[in-house]
């Protein structure tokens, strides 16, 4: 059989190339694989105290959606809030001795310039008042507020310049 010069489509997506400039995830859900690798192993290995909170976070208190060991380059933080960008880190004693204190400020600075704000919580708090540490955490993810608006039940969002 002779070729006639003329390549078969693609089928079904195959061989397409991202667009140069085109989107992609935000930067907040872009981290290197090191860092999602680290993560991913922090996950299975959450400490009693983490995997106590996780427990209630997951039920979404407040409506707010919660992520355990988000990968946040070059940290992983042990709790997120995205919509509100909210880091909730969980403190045991350690934290308290030698030069933690100074490098937890300086890692609260550089999630602070990606955009989210540090809530410190002491382990034994969480094991002593669960309930208030929850209550504590959504009140401060309402405080922040989404970033943006959620939508209406039941339809599409608001297009510009039309009132909520």
């Not at 693609?10 to 085109?22: F, I, L, S, V």
């Not at 930067?27 to 690798?37: D, G, Q, S, Y």
């Not at 070059?74 to 709790?79: G, I, K, Q, V």
């Not at 094991?127 to 039941?154: D, F, M, Q, T, W």
């Amino acid at each position: 059989m002779r070729s006639t010069g003329h390549n078969n489509p693609t089928r079904n997506g195959e061989g397409d190339q991202a667009k140069p400039g085109g989107g992609g995830p935000p930067a907040v859900l872009r981290a290197p694989i090191r860092t999602v690798k680290r993560a991913r192993r922090l996950r299975r290995e959450m400490s009693p105290t983490e995997a106590l909170l996780w427990r209630e976070l997951r039920r979404r208190p407040g409506g707010f959606k919660f992520r355990r060991q988000f990968p946040l380059h070059p940290f992983s933080l042990d709790f997120a809030c995205l919509e509100a960008r909210l880091a909730i880190e969980v403190d045991g004693e350690a934290h308290d001795r030698g030069d933690r204190p100074r490098r937890d400020e300086m890692r609260d600075r550089l999630v602070a310039a990606k955009g989210f704000r540090t809530l410190r919580l002491p382990a034994r708090e969480v094991h002593r008042n669960l309930e208030g540490v929850l209550l504590g955490i959504v009140e401060e993810c309402r405080a922040l507020g989404p970033l943006h608006p959620r939508a209406s039940r039941g339809g599409p969002p608001p297009r510009s310049g039309e009132d909520l």
